[in-house]
DNA sequence: TCTGGGGTCCTAGGACCC
DNA sequence: TCTGGGGTCCTAGGACCC
């Protein structure tokens, strides 16, 4: 007997160990392989492969506690390519958008979609039908999950994932066992629950996901506030999170990242600082904002016992911009009034805030600088890297050899996105 | 040895105004 | 001796997500 249902039935799709499986889309010698993809900086370990997992492999665990493992098992190790990841990831999300007109792109490998319309005991069939065809559209594996709630089709999602009986599919919408479901579901597997909120519900017994959905609202508000709230109650099958198919535009933009190795001089905290401007002031430009805040920040390695200094400095801009040269120009400013001597810089960045849309028509009334002409230059820049290819032209402050740049040592090719990596199919060879 | 990057939302508390 | 109270705006900090 299904219940009563008042909510259309929203899936999440999910791509299994996704920038494993992008390594092995175009690499097929890979298949059945351990893979394991580090961070920016080939620090962490953030993807693992199904093998890789089986080894013992930790997410987040640093490379070098593994390193035995590694060699002893031939783990595949790769550096993180965003650029065949962020393309793969658009494929898997077309090809989504064939299924349904609602889709929500959650994150690089997430998504979610509306399936109101179809009939309940269709789901199922209809969500593999999506499964196979993201496979064999694209090479990437995916589970889903359905449900009445968001919350609700995370956790049918990730039984579908963990448990092979359901080959990737499970769908809960309607279903009258929910609870079952539930009560085998750790609750810090809970979609909205953290490692902070555990510790806490653990101290007063609350360990499953069952146990959450039937704690007092009062106690979740005190102690979780309203988002904990929230929660409970897509536990409970009333949707709180509503489905975003187009996603406002960001509050806040941030380009940062660590060194390749330490920097002492504020000639290279400004190249660095100078490139994740132009990095920013790109993306801020994508949204059609401009901008009246930028903060620069700047810390040594917290994990180090040398001398610490973390610092940051807000920049109000008298008119808001979009332009890559002014707004470097109030970075090399901030720069200068935070940085002291004396320190091994691990980090810096920078983050552009206070947006405005940009309307040009408006620019150049009642400010001295020539926004008519400066808009003209950074189109042109814009133009020219979408077309041959982002950094083919640079401002030269930002360094040209950059010998503090990001450590990316095992990177695979950019498959997709470079002709001079296009893989190469030779006779005899094909897959 | 090493320990990422980029986002969002909520709350508490201070400043300021009437 | 008196030293209210409500509203708004901003920021810092803490929680979460992938």
New binding site residues.
Partial sequence: MAKALKNPPVAVVDCNNFYASCERVFNPKLQGKPIVVL???D??I?ARSEEAKALGIKM?E?L??V?DIVKKHKVNVFSSNYVLYGDISHRVMATLEQFSPDVEI?????AFINLAGFKRKNLTEYSREIRETVYKWVGIPVSIGIAETKTLS?IANRVAKKDPKYNGVLNLYGSTNIDEYLKITDVSD?????????KLLRKNNINSAFDLASTNDKWIKKNM???GLRTVFELRGIPCVSLENSPPA?????????FGRYVETIEEIKEAVSLFVSRAAE?MREQHSACKLLTVFLRT?P??KTPQYHNGV?VRMPVPTDATSELTSYAMKGVEQIFKSGFLYQ?V?VMLAGFEPVDRSQLGLFDTENRIKLAKVTDTLDRINIEYGSRTLFYASSGIKRPWG?KSDMKSPRYTTDWENLPEVSAGEKK
Avoid: C
């Fill in positions: 961070s920016n900086n620090g962490i953030v987040g640093p070098f506690k390193e959650y994150s690089i490998d997430e995370k809970v979609w909205g629950v953290g490692h902070q909120y555990t506030t309203v988002m960001k509050k806040a933009i941030i380009s940062s990242r660590s993306k390695n994990f180090k807000l980090k960045g990001t």
